[in-house]
Protein backbone atom coordinates (compact mmCIF):
# COMPACT_ATOMS: atom_id res chain seq x y z
CA UNK A 1 0.00 0.00 0.00
CA UNK A 2 2.81 2.93 1.32
CA UNK A 3 5.04 2.97 -1.55
CA UNK A 4 8.96 2.87 0.14
CA UNK A 5 11.42 5.29 -1.00
CA UNK A 6 14.01 2.77 -2.57
CA UNK A 7 15.10 1.93 -5.86
CA UNK A 8 12.49 -1.24 -7.18
CA UNK A 9 14.18 -1.53 -10.78
CA UNK A 10 17.39 -0.58 -11.73
CA UNK A 11 16.75 -0.85 -15.16
CA UNK A 12 13.96 0.64 -15.38
CA UNK A 13 15.64 3.44 -13.68
CA UNK A 14 18.22 3.90 -15.61
CA UNK A 15 16.19 4.14 -18.76
CA UNK A 16 14.21 6.71 -16.87
CA UNK A 17 17.91 8.71 -16.40
CA UNK A 18 18.46 8.39 -19.81
CA UNK A 19 15.41 9.45 -21.27
CA UNK A 20 15.44 12.68 -18.77
CA UNK A 21 18.89 13.60 -19.46
CA UNK A 22 17.77 13.68 -23.42
CA UNK A 23 15.02 16.43 -22.38
CA UNK A 24 17.75 18.09 -19.85
CA UNK A 25 15.39 17.66 -17.14
CA UNK A 26 16.39 18.00 -12.86
CA UNK A 27 13.87 17.18 -10.76
CA UNK A 28 13.56 19.54 -7.87
CA UNK A 29 13.27 18.13 -4.27
CA UNK A 30 10.59 18.24 -2.09
CA UNK A 31 12.32 20.38 0.48
CA UNK A 32 13.03 23.10 -2.30
CA UNK A 33 9.67 23.11 -3.04
CA UNK A 34 8.81 23.50 0.46
CA UNK A 35 11.35 26.63 0.80
CA UNK A 36 12.26 28.09 -2.90
CA UNK A 37 14.12 31.06 -1.84
CA UNK A 38 16.88 27.62 -1.27
CA UNK A 39 16.74 26.94 -5.45
CA UNK A 40 20.04 27.51 -6.47
CA UNK A 41 20.40 31.36 -7.87
CA UNK A 42 21.18 30.26 -11.29
CA UNK A 43 17.92 28.13 -11.79
CA UNK A 44 16.17 31.17 -10.10
CA UNK A 45 17.61 33.49 -12.54
CA UNK A 46 16.63 31.53 -16.11
CA UNK A 47 12.87 31.20 -14.62
CA UNK A 48 12.84 35.11 -15.44
CA UNK A 49 13.12 34.38 -18.92
CA UNK A 50 10.47 31.24 -19.15
CA UNK A 51 6.52 31.81 -19.39
CA UNK A 52 4.84 30.13 -16.73
CA UNK A 53 2.58 28.70 -19.09
CA UNK A 54 5.59 27.60 -21.33
CA UNK A 55 6.35 23.49 -21.07
CA UNK A 56 9.41 23.49 -19.75
CA UNK A 57 11.63 21.78 -17.32
CA UNK A 58 12.29 24.88 -15.71
CA UNK A 59 9.03 25.36 -14.76
CA UNK A 60 9.13 21.94 -12.41
CA UNK A 61 11.15 24.84 -9.84
CA UNK A 62 7.94 26.63 -9.75
CA UNK A 63 5.39 24.27 -8.29
CA UNK A 64 5.07 25.69 -5.18
CA UNK A 65 3.29 28.46 -2.90
CA UNK A 66 5.01 31.23 -3.41
CA UNK A 67 4.95 32.41 -6.81
CA UNK A 68 2.94 36.10 -7.60
CA UNK A 69 0.97 35.85 -10.85
CA UNK A 70 3.49 37.28 -12.97
CA UNK A 71 5.76 34.41 -12.58
CA UNK A 72 7.61 36.03 -9.76
CA UNK A 73 8.65 35.09 -5.75
CA UNK A 74 6.40 35.80 -3.40
CA UNK A 75 7.63 35.92 0.38
CA UNK A 76 4.44 34.17 1.28
CA UNK A 77 2.16 32.38 -0.82
CA UNK A 78 -0.53 34.55 -2.64
CA UNK A 79 -3.59 35.38 0.02
CA UNK A 80 -6.96 37.57 -0.17
CA UNK A 81 -8.94 38.65 2.99
CA UNK A 82 -12.06 39.04 2.95
CA UNK A 83 -13.47 41.73 4.96
CA UNK A 84 -16.61 41.57 7.81
CA UNK A 85 -18.52 44.02 5.36
CA UNK A 86 -18.19 40.76 2.92
CA UNK A 87 -18.94 37.83 4.20
CA UNK A 88 -20.84 39.15 7.44
CA UNK A 89 -18.60 37.83 10.57
CA UNK A 90 -15.76 38.71 12.60
CA UNK A 91 -13.65 36.09 11.91
CA UNK A 92 -11.03 37.26 9.50
CA UNK A 93 -11.43 34.62 6.55
CA UNK A 94 -8.08 34.64 4.17
CA UNK A 95 -8.35 32.67 1.32
CA UNK A 96 -4.73 31.24 -0.33
CA UNK A 97 -4.70 31.38 -4.18
CA UNK A 98 -3.91 27.93 -5.86
CA UNK A 99 -4.15 30.02 -9.38
CA UNK A 100 -0.50 31.30 -8.88
CA UNK A 101 1.05 27.67 -9.87
CA UNK A 102 2.28 27.04 -13.09
CA UNK A 103 1.06 26.05 -16.49
CA UNK A 104 -2.52 24.73 -15.09
CA UNK A 105 -3.17 27.56 -12.81
CA UNK A 106 -4.23 25.32 -9.82
CA UNK A 107 -1.99 23.89 -7.07
CA UNK A 108 -3.28 20.47 -8.21
CA UNK A 109 -0.02 20.12 -10.09
CA UNK A 110 2.09 20.11 -7.46
CA UNK A 111 0.22 16.65 -6.07
CA UNK A 112 0.82 15.31 -10.10
CA UNK A 113 4.47 16.21 -9.78
CA UNK A 114 5.15 14.48 -6.69
CA UNK A 115 3.29 11.24 -7.86
CA UNK A 116 5.32 10.91 -10.38
CA UNK A 117 8.62 12.13 -9.66
CA UNK A 118 9.00 9.72 -6.96
CA UNK A 119 7.94 6.76 -9.55
CA UNK A 120 10.86 8.12 -11.72
CA UNK A 121 13.39 8.02 -8.91
CA UNK A 122 12.73 4.70 -7.66
CA UNK A 123 12.47 2.65 -10.78
CA UNK A 124 8.47 2.38 -11.35
CA UNK A 125 8.13 4.57 -14.12
CA UNK A 126 9.77 4.39 -17.83
CA UNK A 127 9.03 7.75 -19.53
CA UNK A 128 9.98 6.02 -22.98
CA UNK A 129 7.25 3.30 -22.70
CA UNK A 130 5.00 4.21 -20.21
CA UNK A 131 1.84 5.79 -20.05
CA UNK A 132 0.71 8.12 -17.01
CA UNK A 133 -2.79 7.79 -16.71
CA UNK A 134 -4.18 10.69 -14.23
CA UNK A 135 -7.59 9.84 -13.00
CA UNK A 136 -9.72 13.22 -11.59
CA UNK A 137 -12.13 15.58 -11.73
CA UNK A 138 -10.25 18.23 -13.69
CA UNK A 139 -7.25 19.67 -11.90
CA UNK A 140 -5.65 16.40 -11.13
CA UNK A 141 -5.18 14.85 -14.58
CA UNK A 142 -4.41 18.84 -16.12
CA UNK A 143 -1.60 18.53 -13.70
CA UNK A 144 -0.18 15.47 -14.75
CA UNK A 145 -0.76 15.54 -18.45
CA UNK A 146 1.75 18.74 -17.54
CA UNK A 147 4.20 17.36 -16.06
CA UNK A 148 4.29 14.17 -18.42
CA UNK A 149 4.92 16.59 -21.54
CA UNK A 150 7.82 18.35 -20.06
CA UNK A 151 9.08 14.93 -19.36
CA UNK A 152 8.07 13.95 -22.82
CA UNK A 153 5.93 10.89 -22.31
CA UNK A 154 2.18 10.00 -22.84
CA UNK A 155 -0.08 11.07 -20.23
CA UNK A 156 -3.72 10.07 -20.54
CA UNK A 157 -6.24 12.34 -18.51
CA UNK A 158 -9.22 10.27 -17.28
CA UNK A 159 -11.65 12.91 -16.12
CA UNK A 160 -15.67 12.78 -15.85
CA UNK A 161 -17.78 14.60 -19.59
CA UNK A 162 -19.50 16.73 -17.76
CA UNK A 163 -16.63 18.78 -16.21
CA UNK A 164 -16.27 22.70 -17.52
CA UNK A 165 -15.47 23.21 -21.32
CA UNK A 166 -12.48 25.55 -20.22
CA UNK A 167 -10.82 21.93 -18.71
CA UNK A 168 -11.22 19.83 -21.79
CA UNK A 169 -9.85 22.71 -23.64
CA UNK A 170 -6.91 23.29 -21.87
CA UNK A 171 -6.34 19.26 -22.60
CA UNK A 172 -6.89 19.54 -26.20
CA UNK A 173 -3.66 22.08 -26.16
CA UNK A 174 -1.68 20.17 -23.84
CA UNK A 175 -2.02 16.45 -24.47
CA UNK A 176 0.08 15.09 -27.11
CA UNK A 177 -2.60 13.03 -28.45
CA UNK A 178 -5.51 14.34 -27.63
CA UNK A 179 -8.04 12.10 -29.64
CA UNK A 180 -6.47 9.07 -27.93
CA UNK A 181 -5.18 10.77 -24.42
CA UNK A 182 -8.49 12.61 -23.13
CA UNK A 183 -10.83 9.84 -21.78
CA UNK A 184 -14.08 11.15 -20.97
CA UNK A 185 -16.15 9.03 -18.65
CA UNK A 186 -20.05 9.13 -17.63
CA UNK A 187 -21.61 11.80 -15.13
CA UNK A 188 -19.96 14.42 -13.26
CA UNK A 189 -18.02 15.77 -10.09
CA UNK A 190 -20.19 12.65 -8.38
CA UNK A 191 -18.82 10.26 -10.63
CA UNK A 192 -15.69 8.90 -9.60
CA UNK A 193 -16.13 5.23 -9.31
CA UNK A 194 -16.67 5.35 -13.01
CA UNK A 195 -13.02 7.15 -13.73
CA UNK A 196 -11.90 4.18 -11.46
CA UNK A 197 -13.64 1.66 -13.80
CA UNK A 198 -12.33 3.18 -17.32
CA UNK A 199 -8.58 3.30 -15.41
CA UNK A 200 -9.16 -0.51 -14.42
CA UNK A 201 -9.76 -1.31 -18.21
CA UNK A 202 -6.19 0.98 -19.22
CA UNK A 203 -4.58 -0.82 -16.99
CA UNK A 204 -5.00 -4.07 -18.59
CA UNK A 205 -2.35 -3.03 -20.74
CA UNK A 206 0.53 -2.91 -18.72
CA UNK A 207 2.54 -0.12 -20.57
CA UNK A 208 -0.55 2.45 -19.11
CA UNK A 209 0.67 3.04 -14.98
CA UNK A 210 -2.34 4.76 -13.01
CA UNK A 211 -0.99 7.00 -10.70
CA UNK A 212 -4.47 7.19 -8.61
CA UNK A 213 -4.21 10.73 -6.37
CA UNK A 214 -6.75 9.21 -4.55
CA UNK A 215 -4.19 5.95 -3.42
CA UNK A 216 -1.07 7.86 -3.82
CA UNK A 217 0.45 8.32 -0.78
CA UNK A 218 2.80 11.17 -2.41
CA UNK A 219 -0.52 13.28 -2.81
CA UNK A 220 -0.50 13.42 1.07
CA UNK A 221 3.47 13.82 1.75
CA UNK A 222 3.55 16.64 -0.49
CA UNK A 223 0.72 18.64 0.93
CA UNK A 224 1.85 18.06 4.55
CA UNK A 225 5.55 18.67 3.87
CA UNK A 226 4.96 21.13 1.20
CA UNK A 227 1.45 23.23 1.50
CA UNK A 228 1.26 22.85 5.11
CA UNK A 229 4.62 24.95 6.27
CA UNK A 230 3.89 27.44 3.40
CA UNK A 231 0.45 27.63 4.73
CA UNK A 232 1.68 28.35 8.16
CA UNK A 233 4.19 30.86 7.13
CA UNK A 234 0.84 32.41 5.30
CA UNK A 235 -0.40 32.50 9.19
CA UNK A 236 2.19 34.28 10.90
CA UNK A 237 2.75 36.78 8.05
CA UNK A 238 -0.96 37.81 8.48
CA UNK A 239 -2.10 37.27 12.14
CA UNK A 240 -1.77 39.72 15.40
CA UNK A 241 -0.30 39.27 18.09
CA UNK A 242 -3.15 37.77 19.68
CA UNK A 243 -4.51 36.12 16.71
CA UNK A 244 -5.17 32.13 16.78
CA UNK A 245 -5.25 29.80 13.46
CA UNK A 246 -8.89 28.76 14.08
CA UNK A 247 -9.23 26.21 11.44
CA UNK A 248 -8.11 25.05 8.06
CA UNK A 249 -10.49 24.40 5.64
CA UNK A 250 -10.45 22.38 2.27
CA UNK A 251 -12.61 20.50 -0.01
CA UNK A 252 -12.12 16.94 0.37
CA UNK A 253 -11.30 15.95 -3.15
CA UNK A 254 -8.76 13.64 -3.65
CA UNK A 255 -7.65 14.45 0.71
CA UNK A 256 -4.42 15.26 -0.42
CA UNK A 257 -4.96 19.10 0.49
CA UNK A 258 -6.38 17.68 3.81
CA UNK A 259 -2.67 17.01 4.46
CA UNK A 260 -1.84 20.63 4.93
CA UNK A 261 -4.41 20.52 7.81
CA UNK A 262 -2.41 17.84 9.54
CA UNK A 263 1.02 20.14 9.42
CA UNK A 264 -1.24 23.07 10.73
CA UNK A 265 -2.97 21.22 13.40
CA UNK A 266 -0.28 19.81 14.60
CA UNK A 267 2.32 23.11 14.67
CA UNK A 268 -0.84 25.73 15.50
CA UNK A 269 -3.69 23.83 16.88
CA UNK A 270 -5.49 24.77 13.87
CA UNK A 271 -8.89 22.55 13.29
CA UNK A 272 -9.40 20.07 10.26
CA UNK A 273 -12.55 21.14 8.09
CA UNK A 274 -13.81 19.36 5.32
CA UNK A 275 -16.12 21.14 2.69
CA UNK A 276 -18.50 18.70 1.58
CA UNK A 277 -21.54 19.14 -1.76
CA UNK A 278 -24.64 18.97 0.16
CA UNK A 279 -26.24 17.24 -2.75
CA UNK A 280 -23.63 14.54 -2.19
CA UNK A 281 -23.37 13.86 1.89
CA UNK A 282 -20.73 11.20 2.01
CA UNK A 283 -19.35 11.88 5.33
CA UNK A 284 -22.31 14.14 6.12
CA UNK A 285 -25.00 11.45 6.22
CA UNK A 286 -23.64 8.48 4.41
CA UNK A 287 -25.32 9.63 1.57
CA UNK A 288 -24.87 9.96 -2.23
CA UNK A 289 -26.06 12.03 -5.23
CA UNK A 290 -24.99 14.21 -7.97
CA UNK A 291 -23.17 18.38 -7.39
CA UNK A 292 -21.89 20.86 -9.05
CA UNK A 293 -19.02 22.21 -7.00
CA UNK A 294 -15.87 20.86 -9.56
CA UNK A 295 -12.83 20.07 -7.50
CA UNK A 296 -14.42 17.85 -5.56
CA UNK A 297 -14.93 14.25 -6.06
CA UNK A 298 -17.06 11.97 -3.84
CA UNK A 299 -19.12 8.61 -3.41
CA UNK A 300 -16.07 6.93 -1.49
CA UNK A 301 -13.38 8.24 1.12
CA UNK A 302 -10.11 8.27 -0.27
CA UNK A 303 -7.44 6.04 1.07
CA UNK A 304 -4.93 8.86 1.70
CA UNK A 305 -7.76 10.60 3.85
CA UNK A 306 -6.59 10.64 7.75
CA UNK A 307 -10.22 10.92 8.66
CA UNK A 308 -9.22 10.44 12.22
CA UNK A 309 -7.63 13.61 12.76
CA UNK A 310 -10.75 15.39 11.11
CA UNK A 311 -12.78 17.85 13.44
CA UNK A 312 -15.68 18.82 11.33
CA UNK A 313 -17.60 18.38 8.07
CA UNK A 314 -19.43 21.34 6.32
CA UNK A 315 -22.00 20.90 3.92
CA UNK A 316 -22.20 23.09 1.09
CA UNK A 317 -25.15 23.50 -1.59
CA UNK A 318 -23.48 23.82 -5.04
CA UNK A 319 -26.14 26.67 -5.92
CA UNK A 320 -23.93 28.76 -3.35
CA UNK A 321 -20.14 28.44 -5.70
CA UNK A 322 -22.23 28.83 -8.75
CA UNK A 323 -24.46 31.61 -8.02
CA UNK A 324 -21.04 34.04 -6.17
CA UNK A 325 -19.23 33.03 -9.19
CA UNK A 326 -21.69 34.82 -10.93
CA UNK A 327 -21.51 37.61 -8.53
CA UNK A 328 -17.91 37.98 -8.42
CA UNK A 329 -17.06 37.74 -11.98
CA UNK A 330 -19.51 40.25 -13.35
CA UNK A 331 -19.54 44.12 -13.91
CA UNK A 332 -22.85 43.84 -12.44
CA UNK A 333 -21.97 41.73 -9.66
CA UNK A 334 -18.69 43.59 -8.44
CA UNK A 335 -20.51 46.82 -8.93
CA UNK A 336 -23.13 45.60 -6.76
CA UNK A 337 -20.55 44.60 -4.32
CA UNK A 338 -18.34 47.95 -3.58
CA UNK A 339 -21.40 50.22 -3.72
CA UNK A 340 -23.03 47.45 -0.73
CA UNK A 341 -19.72 46.42 1.52
CA UNK A 342 -17.60 49.51 0.74
CA UNK A 343 -15.23 47.15 -0.43
CA UNK A 344 -12.20 48.02 -2.34
CA UNK A 345 -12.21 47.67 -5.99
CA UNK A 346 -9.44 45.94 -6.59
CA UNK A 347 -10.06 43.38 -3.67
CA UNK A 348 -13.67 42.93 -5.73
CA UNK A 349 -11.86 42.23 -8.76
CA UNK A 350 -9.64 39.92 -6.99
CA UNK A 351 -12.28 37.53 -5.92
CA UNK A 352 -11.66 36.16 -9.70
CA UNK A 353 -8.57 34.30 -8.39
CA UNK A 354 -11.07 31.85 -6.84
CA UNK A 355 -13.14 29.16 -8.12
CA UNK A 356 -16.25 27.49 -7.19
CA UNK A 357 -14.73 24.82 -4.80
CA UNK A 358 -12.78 27.77 -3.09
CA UNK A 359 -15.62 29.96 -2.94
CA UNK A 360 -17.85 26.35 -0.89
CA UNK A 361 -14.82 26.49 1.35
CA UNK A 362 -15.32 30.88 2.37
CA UNK A 363 -19.08 29.53 2.52
CA UNK A 364 -17.54 26.92 5.10
CA UNK A 365 -15.19 29.29 6.46
CA UNK A 366 -18.78 31.88 7.30
CA UNK A 367 -20.55 29.08 8.66
CA UNK A 368 -18.22 27.86 10.89
CA UNK A 369 -17.53 31.02 12.53
CA UNK A 370 -21.44 31.78 12.70
CA UNK A 371 -21.41 28.26 14.27
CA UNK A 372 -18.95 29.22 16.65
CA UNK A 373 -19.51 33.17 16.86
CA UNK A 374 -15.75 33.75 16.45
CA UNK A 375 -14.73 36.62 16.70
CA UNK A 376 -11.70 39.45 15.22
CA UNK A 377 -9.59 37.25 16.61
CA UNK A 378 -10.08 33.99 14.85
CA UNK A 379 -8.21 32.89 11.44
CA UNK A 380 -9.78 30.95 9.13
CA UNK A 381 -7.88 30.20 6.55
CA UNK A 382 -9.14 27.93 3.24
CA UNK A 383 -8.32 26.83 -0.16
CA UNK A 384 -9.13 28.32 -3.59
CA UNK A 385 -7.46 25.37 -5.55
CA UNK A 386 -7.98 27.12 -8.98
CA UNK A 387 -9.67 30.73 -10.57
CA UNK A 388 -12.48 31.67 -12.41
CA UNK A 389 -11.59 31.41 -15.37
CA UNK A 390 -11.77 27.95 -15.46
CA UNK A 391 -15.43 27.77 -14.89
CA UNK A 392 -16.53 31.01 -17.83
CA UNK A 393 -18.88 28.96 -19.20
CA UNK A 394 -20.11 27.86 -16.14
CA UNK A 395 -20.94 31.38 -15.14
CA UNK A 396 -22.76 31.67 -18.43
CA UNK A 397 -24.95 28.46 -17.84
CA UNK A 398 -25.56 29.88 -14.44
CA UNK A 399 -27.01 33.49 -15.46
CA UNK A 400 -29.43 31.35 -18.07
CA UNK A 401 -30.13 28.69 -15.61
CA UNK A 402 -31.01 30.95 -12.78
CA UNK A 403 -31.54 34.15 -13.94
CA UNK A 404 -32.95 33.57 -17.22
CA UNK A 405 -30.26 35.39 -19.37
CA UNK A 406 -30.44 38.87 -17.24
CA UNK A 407 -27.88 39.67 -14.49
CA UNK A 408 -28.45 43.12 -13.03
CA UNK A 409 -28.74 45.19 -9.49
CA UNK A 410 -31.51 43.19 -8.32
CA UNK A 411 -30.34 39.85 -9.26
CA UNK A 412 -26.71 40.98 -7.31
CA UNK A 413 -28.87 41.58 -4.36
CA UNK A 414 -30.48 38.48 -4.25
CA UNK A 415 -27.40 36.34 -4.31
CA UNK A 416 -25.70 38.84 -1.98
CA UNK A 417 -28.56 37.83 0.63
CA UNK A 418 -28.96 34.51 -0.25
CA UNK A 419 -25.26 32.86 -0.38
CA UNK A 420 -23.17 35.38 1.73
CA UNK A 421 -25.87 37.94 4.33
CA UNK A 422 -27.49 34.63 4.34
CA UNK A 423 -24.90 31.66 4.73
CA UNK A 424 -26.25 30.04 8.21
CA UNK A 425 -24.44 27.29 10.39
CA UNK A 426 -26.49 24.62 9.09
CA UNK A 427 -25.18 21.29 7.95
CA UNK A 428 -21.84 21.85 10.06
CA UNK A 429 -20.94 18.24 11.77
CA UNK A 430 -18.77 18.52 14.65
CA UNK A 431 -16.91 15.35 15.04
CA UNK A 432 -16.38 13.24 17.83
CA UNK A 433 -14.88 9.91 17.82
CA UNK A 434 -17.63 7.69 16.84
CA UNK A 435 -18.08 10.14 13.88
CA UNK A 436 -14.78 10.07 12.55
CA UNK A 437 -15.26 6.27 13.07
CA UNK A 438 -18.10 6.37 10.69
CA UNK A 439 -16.19 8.20 8.43
CA UNK A 440 -13.46 6.22 8.35
CA UNK A 441 -15.48 2.96 8.30
CA UNK A 442 -17.30 4.03 5.04
CA UNK A 443 -13.35 3.68 2.90
CA UNK A 444 -13.56 0.25 3.24
CA UNK A 445 -16.13 -0.24 0.76
CA UNK A 446 -14.21 1.44 -1.67
CA UNK A 447 -10.17 0.04 -1.11
CA UNK A 448 -11.14 -3.33 0.87
CA UNK A 449 -14.08 -4.53 -1.40
CA UNK A 450 -13.53 -2.98 -4.68
CA UNK A 451 -9.63 -2.09 -5.01
CA UNK A 452 -8.32 -4.94 -2.90
CA UNK A 453 -5.91 -3.44 0.13
CA UNK A 454 -5.77 -5.77 2.74
CA UNK A 455 -8.11 -5.37 6.00
CA UNK A 456 -4.70 -4.61 7.70
CA UNK A 457 -3.47 -2.23 5.54
CA UNK A 458 -6.24 -0.21 5.68
CA UNK A 459 -6.66 -0.23 9.56
CA UNK A 460 -3.26 0.51 9.55
CA UNK A 461 -4.27 4.25 8.93
CA UNK A 462 -6.59 4.29 12.21
CA UNK A 463 -3.33 5.26 13.96
CA UNK A 464 -1.36 9.16 14.19
CA UNK A 465 1.73 7.04 13.70
CA UNK A 466 1.11 5.79 10.20
CA UNK A 467 0.62 9.45 8.71
CA UNK A 468 3.72 10.45 10.87
CA UNK A 469 5.82 7.61 9.10
CA UNK A 470 4.34 9.07 5.56
CA UNK A 471 5.49 12.46 6.30
CA UNK A 472 8.36 10.63 7.54
CA UNK A 473 9.74 10.03 4.34
CA UNK A 474 10.40 13.59 2.78
CA UNK A 475 14.38 13.30 3.59
CA UNK A 476 14.30 9.87 1.98
CA UNK A 477 12.63 10.93 -1.54
CA UNK A 478 14.81 14.10 -1.81
CA UNK A 479 18.15 11.76 -1.43
CA UNK A 480 16.55 9.42 -4.15
CA UNK A 481 15.75 13.10 -6.54
CA UNK A 482 19.29 14.31 -5.57
CA UNK A 483 20.70 10.63 -6.72
CA UNK A 484 18.58 10.88 -10.58
CA UNK A 485 19.62 14.40 -11.01
CA UNK A 486 23.53 12.85 -10.24
CA UNK A 487 23.27 10.25 -12.93
CA UNK A 488 21.00 12.43 -15.00
CA UNK A 489 24.47 15.31 -14.84
CA UNK A 490 27.01 12.52 -15.30
Known amino acids: MLTTPEIHDEGVLETAVRHARSRQVVLPRLAELAAPDS?????????????????S?????????????????????AWLELPPALTGVAARIVV??????????AHKVLAAYACLATRLVSGRFDPGTDRAVWPSTGNYCRGGIAISRILGCRGVAVLPEMMSRERFAWLEQWAL?????????????????????????????????????????????CHRAISGPALGLLFEAVAGPADRLQAFIAGTGSAGTMAAGDYLKQHYGAANVATEPLECPTMLANGYGEHGIQGIGDKHIPLIHNVM???????????GPDLLNVLFNTDAGRRYLVRRTGSDEGLIRALGHVG???????????????YHDLDERAVLLCVA????????????????????GRFDTEEAA?????????????????????????????GYYTWVEQRGVSVDDFNLRRQPEFWHGVAGQLEAWDDLIGMFNARVAA
Not at 96 to 105: E, N, Q, R, T
Open 39 to 55: IESRLQEALGGVSMNAA
Open 57 to 77: PLNLYRIHWFNDHDGGLRETP
Open 96 to 105: VLGDAFPMIA
Open 177 to 221: HPDEDIVRTTGSESNVKEIYDACDELSRDPSNVVLNQFNEFANYL
Open 309 to 319: NMDYVVGISDT
Open 356 to 370: LSGIANIQSAIKLAR
Open 385 to 404: TDGAAMYASELEQAIERSFR
Open 414 to 442: EVFGRCLAGCEPAHVMELTSRGRERIFNL
